[in-house]
């Protein structure tokens, strides 16, 4: 397992929750992390793009100015700080790896990424 998912739970509307993104065999500064969710009944979508040692943060607009991307290279780990979260944003939450280099623009679909975490829930209370 290249990839792991983790920091997913329930929380109530409006609370926060931080998702990490840790890489086994992957030195993840060297790739672009992507984070997508799926939630029931519906297809995965992408939520947030990392690039590869560029600078690139990149947002859905469902979740823009809510969550924030970020990395700790030491921790080898990216994170998804989601706060204000919503009902909507109920859904398990996928982190992907792509090999494609800096500057890299395609990063919005699956076919994107060549590495897959195994998901983990998070879950919304109204």
């Known amino acids: 397992v290249q990839l792991q998912a983790s920091g997913g739970g329930l929380v109530q509307a409006g609370e926060s929750l931080r998702l990490s993104c840790s890489g086994s065999t992957l030195t993840l500064e060297g790739w672009g992390i992507g984070w997508f969710r799926q939630a029931p009944g519906k297809e995965r979508e992408w939520v947030s793009y990392?690039?590869?040692?560029?600078?690139?943060?990149d947002y859905a607009d469902s979740v823009m100015g809510r969550f924030t991307i970020s990395e700790d290279v030491d921790e080898n780990t990216v994170y998804l700080q989601m706060n204000s979260l919503k009902p909507e944003d109920t859904a398990v939450y996928y982190c992907?790896?792509?090999?494609?280099?800096?500057?890299?623009?395609?990063?919005?679909?699956?076919?994107?990424?060549?590495?897959w975490g195994q998901g983990t829930l998070v879950t919304v209370s109204s």
């Open positions: 990392r690039g590869s040692r560029d600078g690139t943060r």
């Open positions: 992907a790896a792509t090999a494609r280099g800096p500057y890299n623009s395609n990063y919005k679909r699956m076919v994107d990424f060549q590495y």
